[in-house]
């Protein structure tokens, strides 16, 4: 499967942005899709992940109550709904994606090594 995340930009804190992750080449909904990010200096951590089904999904400590994570498997996307942006939140973030095996509860799919398939980033500036 090949991904490609867009969506970021420079926005001020307190904003919002919508990154997307559009998939190609295989069957997506037989996907758990997760979003990463990195900082520059900092190494590449987990934000949040979404079922195959997209029934499940489960994010970080740092995100949660402000990203959401959805997918349409119709159009072959997962999305990063990003709100109350701080600066902290600047970073690359990536998509990536693991065949779904029956089982597998995505709050358990939190590191690189999860995931075997990966899309190039996209960059978010969170203004202060």
């Known amino acids: 499967v090949q991904l490609q995340a867009s969506g970021g930009g420079l926005v001020q804190a307190g904003g919002s942005l919508r990154l997307s992750c559009a998939a190609s080449?295989?069957?997506?909904?037989?996907?758990?899709i997760g979003w990463f990010r990195q900082a520059p200096t900092k190494e590449r951590e987990f934000v949040a992940a979404?079922?195959?089904?997209?029934?499940?999904?489960y994010a970080a400590d740092s995100v949660r109550g402000r990203f959401t994570i959805s997918r349409d498997n119709a159009k072959n996307t997962v999305y990063l709904q990003m709100n109350s942006l701080k600066p902290e939140d600047t970073a690359a973030y990536s998509c990536?994606?693991?065949?779904?095996?029956?089982?597998?509860?995505?709050?358990?799919?939190?590191?690189?090594?999860?995931?075997?398939?990966w899309g190039q980033g996209t960059h978010v500036t969170v203004s202060s």
């Open positions: 979404i079922s195959g089904s997209g029934r499940s999904t």
């Open positions: 990536a994606a693991r065949f779904s095996l029956g089982g597998t509860r995505v709050a358990d799919l939190q590191t690189e090594a999860d995931y075997p398939y």
């Open positions: 080449g295989r069957t997506f909904s037989n996907y758990h």
